[in-house]
């Protein structure tokens, strides 16, 4: 009886978790979804608690509660801004659950002297060995996304030999506790590498990069959960973890896409090391054109149709409620106001999307590259607003270029570009962008909120 | 019963790959906060090895193990929902110009 209870606990939280995702699709419906959602987890919660094995509630209670104290804030009180160190974050807390639960495990079978079998021994190995890599990984990932470490590749020569070797040994250790599980020393010296590979594994990752980083941590981190399902034979573990797996696997891979390279490239490549001394076409004897607020006032008061194409920059100014303002008065004016969001445009997947939708850009008014890149040759104006790989036209035209084949937008189809810039230095990636030196494009210099600012107050007068 | 579980493992991994693939790119965030929340999940082996008593080690890992795992869940959907609330249609009725962005 007991037992039917807790499995149907966990049937119902399994289809209640795949139809919160599958809401993920309509916008208007996600909302309710996720709380569909949510309601399974209180039901996985509440059948595990029937388990015949818990038999002392103490610590559990106590965990629940310091758990709910410190995910509060996590939930309530992070900024928008800083929603990629945010989720880095909590991937690292559930690496480091599934990690100790292993752990735990292992210990508990060795003290009880049953020793575990090679397929329970698998599934621990892998439980500690995914979590702990993504223990490791995240952390840095969180520490270069808060820039408490540089964001710019950490590389040395003959890196990725030996994060291979250090791979292999992990990868060793691994069987030797397989085939021996009383080799405790083994273990724990197997989690340590782990962690040291996590961390070596992203420290060469530059921050253009850090969507797929991200994503591809948080699949790791549903495997690692999975795994913990099939040590405990656990069901419900094993459905989420695969779900959370499946999630960052296409997150990856769409964000690989996004940016023309291989995932091995982007884990092994360390872009914008070596690039800045190969690209192809540089600046000198090229001009560019800047612009006062005043003209670029009046050039966006008489567009048709303006796309912006916001960026890093933009977030890193806090420029997005002023940008929703701006194109709140062109539209006053008769005009109309797209922005294109590029799939890698800031530091994780839908990052600019949340940003402008947290200040008040209904979400119908953003589209993605694929939907909006027919309409630049009908713009009057393309604004960028603090982006620069992502419109690059070197992606497109320049085979030397480290970025080519990237798909972007293609802003300079429109008639005219006003880009907001701080100053000429390169994007992540390094590169040089010719779009800056194009005819058509003016440059529009100074702190992209403070610029934005300027332009509302012209536009009102023009 | 192992290789019940493989089952399990493989068909749902489908469904998650069938299911999130659909997924716009306009809310892959949402997407990305939404799964953080769900991997909280391992809150269930939390649980156990936290109840268990089997030994002192096993009590006090799984009791780490249990606020790491109850803060994602808690957080994870809270700050999912924050950001739901915020992906709002041009017009409050829904009304104004259907189909739009078709």
């Given at each position: 009886?007991?037992?039917?209870?807790?499995q149907g606990?966990?049937?119902?939280?399994s289809?209640l978790?795949?139809?919160?995702?599958?809401?993920l699709?309509?916008?208007?419906?996600?909302?309710?979804?996720?709380?569909?959602?949510?309601?399974?987890?209180?039901?996985?919660?509440?059948?595990?608690l029937?388990?015949?094995?818990?038999?002392?509630?103490?610590?559990?209670?106590?965990?629940?509660?310091?758990?709910?104290?410190i995910g509060?804030?996590?939930?309530?009180?992070?900024p928008?801004?800083?929603?990629?160190?945010?989720?880095?974050?909590?991937?690292?807390?559930?690496?480091l659950?599934a990690t100790?639960?292993?752990v735990?495990?292992?210990h508990?079978?060795?003290?009880?002297?049953?020793?575990?079998?090679r397929?329970k021994?698998?599934?621990?190995?892998?439980e500690?060995m995914?979590?702990?890599?993504?223990?490791?990984?995240t952390?840095?990932?969180?520490?270069?996304?808060?820039?408490?470490?540089t964001?710019k590749?950490?590389t040395?020569?003959g890196?990725?030999?030996v994060?291979?070797?250090?791979?292999?040994a992990?990868?060793?250790?691994?069987?030797?506790?397989i085939?021996?599980p009383?080799?405790e020393?083994?273990?724990f010296?197997?989690?340590?590498?782990?962690?040291?590979?996590?961390v070596?594994?992203v420290?060469p990752?530059?921050?253009?990069?850090m969507?797929?980083?991200?994503?591809?941590?948080?699949?790791?981190?549903g495997?690692?959960?999975c795994?913990?399902?099939?040590a405990?034979?656990?069901?419900?573990?094993?459905i989420?973890g695969?779900?959370?797996?499946?999630?960052g696997?296409?997150?990856?891979?769409?964000?690989?896409k996004?940016?023309?390279?291989?995932?091995t490239?982007v884990?092994?490549?360390a872009?914008g090391?070596?690039?800045?001394?190969?690209?192809g076409?540089?600046?000198?004897?090229?001009?560019?054109?800047?612009i006062?607020?005043e003209?670029?006032a009046?050039?966006?008061?008489?567009?048709q149709l303006?796309?912006?194409?916001?960026?890093y920059?933009?977030?890193v100014?806090?420029?997005?409620?002023?940008?929703?303002e701006?194109?709140?008065?062109i539209?006053?004016?008769?005009?109309?106001?797209?922005f294109?969001v590029h799939?890698?445009?800031?530091?994780m997947?839908?990052h600019?999307?949340?940003?402008l939708?947290?200040?008040?850009?209904?979400y119908?008014?953003?589209?993605?590259?694929?939907?909006?890149?027919?309409?630049?040759?009908?713009?009057d104006?393309a604004?960028?607003i603090g982006?620069?790989?992502v419109?690059?036209p070197?992606?497109?035209?320049?085979?030397?270029?480290?970025?080519?084949?990237?798909p972007?937008?293609n802003a300079?189809h429109?008639?005219?570009?006003i880009?907001?810039?701080?100053?000429?230095?390169a994007?992540?990636?390094?590169?040089?962008?010719?779009?800056?030196?194009?005819?058509?494009?003016?440059?529009?210099f100074?702190?992209?909120?403070?610029?934005l600012?300027?332009?509302?107050?012209?536009i009102?007068?023009? | 019963m192992?290789?019940?579980e493989?089952?399990?493992?493989?068909?749902?991994?489908?469904?998650?790959?069938?299911?999130?693939?659909?997924?716009p790119?306009?809310?892959?965030?949402p997407?990305?906060a939404?799964?953080?929340?769900?991997?909280?999940?391992s809150?269930?082996?939390?649980?156990?090895?936290a109840?268990?008593?089997?030994?002192r080690?096993?009590?006090?890992?799984g009791?780490?193990?249990?606020?790491c795992?109850?803060?994602?869940?808690?957080?994870?959907?809270l700050i999912t929902?924050?950001?739901?609330?915020?992906?709002?249609?041009?017009?409050?009725?829904?009304?104004?110009?259907?189909a739009?962005?078709?």
């Amino acid at each position: 009886m007991r037992e039917s209870l807790i499995q149907g606990s966990y049937l119902i939280a399994s289809v209640l978790f795949i139809l919160g995702l599958r809401s993920l699709t309509r916008p208007d419906k996600a909302r309710r979804g996720m709380q569909l959602a949510a309601t399974g987890m209180l039901f996985a919660v509440a059948g595990t608690l029937l388990n015949h094995t818990i038999i002392d509630y103490r610590w559990i209670a106590g965990g629940l509660v310091i758990g709910v104290i410190i995910g509060y804030p996590m939930g309530m009180w992070v900024p928008m801004t800083a929603m990629p160190q945010r989720i880095a974050i909590s991937l690292t807390f559930s690496a480091l659950a599934a990690t100790l639960v292993g752990v735990a495990e292992y210990h508990t079978d060795l003290l009880s002297g049953e020793l575990p079998g090679r397929a329970k021994m698998a599934a621990i190995g892998f439980e500690v060995m995914l979590g702990s890599i993504t223990v490791g990984g995240t952390l840095v990932a969180a520490g270069k996304l808060q820039e408490w470490i540089t964001s710019k590749p950490v590389t040395y020569k003959g890196q990725n030999f030996v994060n291979g070797l250090v791979f292999l040994a992990v990868l060793g250790l691994m069987v030797f506790t397989i085939v021996d599980p009383t080799q405790e020393g083994a273990f724990f010296v197997m989690i340590g590498a782990s962690l040291v590979f996590g961390v070596m594994l992203v420290m060469p990752i530059g921050g253009a990069d850090m969507p797929v980083v991200v994503a591809l941590l948080n699949s790791y981190s549903g495997l690692a959960a999975c795994a913990m399902g099939f040590a405990l034979g656990n069901v419900i573990l094993i459905i989420s973890g695969a779900l959370d797996g499946a999630s960052g696997f296409i997150l990856s891979i769409l964000m690989s896409k996004a940016m023309n390279r291989s995932f091995t490239n982007v884990l092994f490549g360390a872009f914008g090391s070596e690039t800045t001394a190969a690209s192809g076409k540089s600046s000198a004897g090229l001009t560019v054109r800047s612009i006062g607020v005043e003209d670029a006032a009046i050039q966006l008061a008489y567009a048709q149709l303006v796309i912006v194409i916001p960026g890093y920059g933009m977030a890193v100014a806090q420029a997005q409620h002023a940008v929703r303002e701006l194109s709140e008065m062109i539209e006053k004016r008769g005009g109309e106001v797209k922005f294109a969001v590029h799939p890698v445009a800031g530091r994780m997947p839908g990052h600019m999307n949340v940003l402008l939708a947290e200040a008040n850009v209904p979400y119908d008014k953003l589209y993605d590259m694929d939907e909006i890149n027919g309409e630049f040759d009908r713009a009057d104006v393309a604004l960028v607003i603090g982006a620069n790989d992502v419109v690059n036209p070197a992606a497109r035209n320049d085979k030397a270029s480290p970025i080519y084949g990237m798909p972007i937008l293609n802003a300079d189809h429109a008639k005219a570009v006003i880009v907001l810039k701080r100053g000429m230095s390169a994007g992540f990636a390094g590169i040089e962008n010719e779009l800056f030196y194009d005819r058509r494009t003016s440059m529009l210099f100074g702190d992209a909120k403070a610029s934005l600012t300027g332009l509302i107050g012209e536009i009102k007068n023009v | 019963m192992q290789i019940l579980e493989l089952y399990v493992f493989v068909l749902a991994a489908f469904v998650g790959y069938m299911v999130i693939s659909r997924v716009p790119p306009l809310l892959h965030t949402p997407l990305m906060a939404a799964t953080n929340a769900i991997s909280g999940i391992s809150l269930v082996g939390s649980l156990i090895a936290a109840g268990a008593a089997h030994n002192r080690v096993a009590t006090i890992l799984g009791f780490i193990a249990v606020v790491c795992a109850t803060s994602n869940i808690v957080g994870g959907f809270l700050i999912t929902d924050r950001m739901l609330r915020m992906f709002k249609r041009e017009s409050p009725a829904g009304a104004k110009q259907p189909a739009n962005s078709q």
